[in-house]
């Protein structure tokens, strides 16, 4: 059974730092694209950042060259750097890993970390 274990939310001021962290179990995920999404309150969930295989990164408007994308794939993780925080940057981040090449295609979700930035 596949699982996903996110870590790495927390409460901090803006211009603060954190890194998340999402750990898969279950599945060989070498060749999957992970990626981070985000989900403020009243918005819709968004596209953060994403990584290929062969480490190619896709980055929101919103947070480049704030934020960094990165897997280790021998560990089945990818982790998310956000520097320079804003307090609009405040949502749940959610883990996502896209088998796009299986068939049927699976997608796996994490349960979700808490990000909040406030002064």
């Known amino acids: 059974q596949v699982q996903l274990v996110e870590s790495g939310g927390a409460y901090v001021q803006p211009g603060e730092s954190l890194r998340l962290s999402c750990a898969a179990f279950g599945s060989d995920f070498s060749f999957a694209v992970m990626g981070w999404y985000r989900q403020a309150p009243g918005h819709e969930r968004e596209l953060v950042a994403s990584?290929?295989?062969?480490?190619?990164?896709n980055y929101a408007d919103s947070v480049k060259g704030r934020f960094t994308i990165s897997r280790d794939n021998a560990k089945s993780t990818v982790y998310l750097q956000l520097n320079s925080l804003k307090v609009e940057d405040s949502a749940v981040y959610y883990c996502?890993?896209?088998?796009?090449?299986?068939?049927?295609?699976?997608?796996?979700w994490g349960q979700g970390t808490l990000v909040t930035v406030s002064s």
């Open positions: 990584i290929t295989h062969d480490q190619s990164t």
């Open positions: 996502n890993i896209d088998q796009f090449y299986s068939r049927p295609r699976r997608i796996y």
